[in-house]
């Protein structure tokens, strides 16, 4: 199955720092998902995108749909401990049957 | 609370016997899934269901089964054909067609001995 090409594979940022992590794919994907990880936890939904170009934002993140539906993009503004975590990127293409494909993850590390 | 459970959380077996994981869920959706999550890895599929009494298998579906008997079931047996079935298994589901959005579970972490 396809993976995407998830980067970085980890950051090591300060407190207040803005962070910027983006997923590139070699398909066209009709939506891309952001899920946070924490260890030993399911991921969890931060955004959902569904149409080329949509910038979508949910608190201190952002996230937009790449024009040409091959990439994607998410953005934490002004940091916290608690963004500790792993980022994972996914797309879904459009042969249907809700399967999604998921990037290898970015960790993420705030240091206070 | 709607959502979807799985048990038990941690899960020890000795090697050679099946094993086999619970999902559920009370949201009303159609299609549920099972991952496997490897330490610094992504996520890889290894069976989905859209509807019920029927499931396919994804990418990496060699050495387990599922059954889906009930719209809000989908339990994973982890064989002992499974080579590495040490890892981190999560379940997930969606609304079904036209929803593509996954909500995950907890996840159970197994360990073969």
């Given at each position: ?7 970085p ?53 952002t ?9 994607s993009?998410?953005n934490?503004?002004?940091s ?6 792993i980022?994972?990127c996914?797309?879904?293409?459009p ?18 | 609370?709607?959502?979807i459970t ?24 159609d299609?549920m ?71 995950f ?6 360990t073969?001995?």
């Amino acid at each position: 199955g396809q993976q995407l090409n998830q980067s970085p594979q980890s950051m090591f940022i300060q407190e207040g720092e803005d962070v910027s992590m983006n997923c590139t794919s070699s398909s066209i994907f009709n939506t891309w998902l952001w899920y946070k990880q924490d260890p030993g936890e399911g991921p969890v939904l931060l955004i959902a995108l569904y149409k080329a170009g949509e910038l979508t934002s949910n608190g201190r993140l952002t996230a937009q749909f790449g024009i040409t539906r091959k990439d994607s993009f998410l953005n934490i503004s002004a940091s916290i401990p608690s963004d500790v975590g792993i980022y994972f990127c996914a797309g879904q293409g459009p042969a249907g049957a809700n399967n999604l494909f998921f990037g290898t993850g970015t960790r993420l590390t705030v240091i206070p | 609370d709607g959502g979807i459970t799985q048990s038990p959380k941690y899960l020890f077996r000795k090697e050679g016997q099946n094993v086999t994981l619970s999902c559920e869920q009370n949201l009303n959706h159609d299609a549920m899934y099972w991952y496997r999550q490897d330490p610094g890895q992504g996520l890889r599929l290894i069976y989905y269901s859209q509807i019920v009494n029927d499931f396919q298998k994804g990418d990496i579906a060699e050495g387990y089964s599922v059954s889906r008997e009930k719209k809000e079931s989908f339990p994973l047996t982890v064989t002992s054909a499974q080579k590495n079935p040490t890892a981190f298994y999560l379940c997930a589901s969606t609304a079904g067609p036209g929803s593509n959005t996954q909500y995950f579970g907890p996840g159970t972490r197994l360990t073969v001995l």
